[in-house]
């Protein structure tokens, strides 16, 4: 066993350090150097930026495998496909449930705060793009080509690819085995694989918190400053109180230990603001470090990482109200609760990529007849909003598995109140790096 420090793993120590002393570095980059100057536009664009998009690759190139193998194991592993049906029902209630929710927290809180009244923001420019219309989203989730799907790194597809080839693995019977030895075989592969990435990432992490610092413009925030501070409380009412006593009633475990578990996932998903990108650790940390099991978690988060964006939900919802109080309309009850099911509706085709929550934003606008061009008042902010939203996007998906996973008889209280369970330091037999011998 390896000693546990009171502030945690190894890993999360070092990614926090990696965290301060990327801000840290990338605010005196911004304050020495002027835009031309070359600590900007050598060592900031040249240098961070290439070690930050690089690290951001490395995750991507592991969320198509990281799916596929795992829900393919996950659904062959089943021993009764009917369960299948059963963990999709309640997976699925529980996302829009908890979107639910988080949508009428933002526009209770954003007409409380009458966001938007009386603000003079100046506006930037926007390519108004309407995202994929539902009945779109329905159509391509078969994938005519599952190769394009992968290639391209849509996810409900490939969901329903993997799931699609496990249930075949079952129903093959002996003659599926060697398919189903591969893939177990590939699973094991894969997820050393995710701990590698995971052991680099304190110096991409540090590298894209030097570029965020250095760029990041903070006078923007203040000019639109109610509207930042409502979507960050809502954010954290959501995270900190929603999700938490959502997982204590429901199936009484403890959200101290939930967090302090969850607390390398965050941080991931805070530095590269995708819950696409951060789907390799947060499967890993729900299996492993929460002890949900594989047949629900493999099913439960790449599905949560594409329909669950809670926090997506929240910054849309308070910015609907902005925009339409900066227009000067009133939105009526019937708009409102538009607002509220174009916001559930829209994430569900969308992808866990950055900003994609300001691309979704403008089908709720169109929905309700405000002006899309409103988005250009509050893009300005959005690269800080995207980061926190992301991180309850992905807490969201963790804590649904685990209520799914309690559910099911799926979860191993053991692990869970384990500090040291699946941690990067500590790893499982399973995990063990070394060659198996005998
Ligand atoms: N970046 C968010 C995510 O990946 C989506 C968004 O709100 O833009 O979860």
Known sequence: MSDTHPLGSKLTIQIVIAMFAGLVVGTM????????????????????????TMFISLLKMLMVPVVLVTLVCGTASLTEPSKLGRIGGKTILLYLGTTGIAITLALFFATLFSVGVGVEAPMEAFDPKVGKSISEVFAAMIPSNPVKAMAEGEMLPLIIFAILIGLSITFSGRRGETVRNL????????????????????????????VLAATLGFDKIKSVGEYFLTVV??????????????????????????????RTAMTFAFTTSSSNATLPVTL????????????????TVPLGATINMDGTAIMQGVATVFIANFYGHD?????????????????????????VGLVLLGTVLAQVGL???????????DRLLDMLRTVVNITGDATVTCIVAKSEGDLDIEVFNDPEAGTV??????DDPRPATG
Do not use: C
Not at 29 to 52: H, N, P, R, W
Not at 331 to 355: D, E, K, Y
């Open 29 to 52: 980059i911004q304050y020495l150097s002027s835009d031309q100057g070359f600590l900007q536009t050598t060592v900031v664009a040249e240098f961070l930026k290439t070690i930050g």
């Open 284 to 299: 890993r940390t729900v299996e492993k470090r929460l002890g949900a099991g594989n047949s629900t978690s493999s099913f």
């Open 183 to 210: 893939f177990e075989s590939m699973n094991a592969v894969v997820m050393q694989l995710v701990i590698l990435v995971m052991r680099i990432a304190p110096i991409g992490i540090f590298a894209l918190m030097a």
């Open 425 to 430: 330091d500590n790893p499982e037999p399973d």
């Open 233 to 262: 409380l809502v954010l954290v009412i959501h995270g900190a109180v929603v999700y938490p006593t959502l997982l204590k009633t429901l199936t009484g475990l403890s959200p101290m230990i939930f967090f302090s578990k969850m």
């Open 371 to 381: 002006p899309i061009e409103g988005i250009g008042l509050i893009i300005g902010v």
């Open 331 to 355: 939105l009526t009850i019937v708009q409102l609760a538009t607002v509220a099911l174009m916001a559930v509706l829209a994430s569900i085709g969308a992808a866990g990529v950055p900003s």
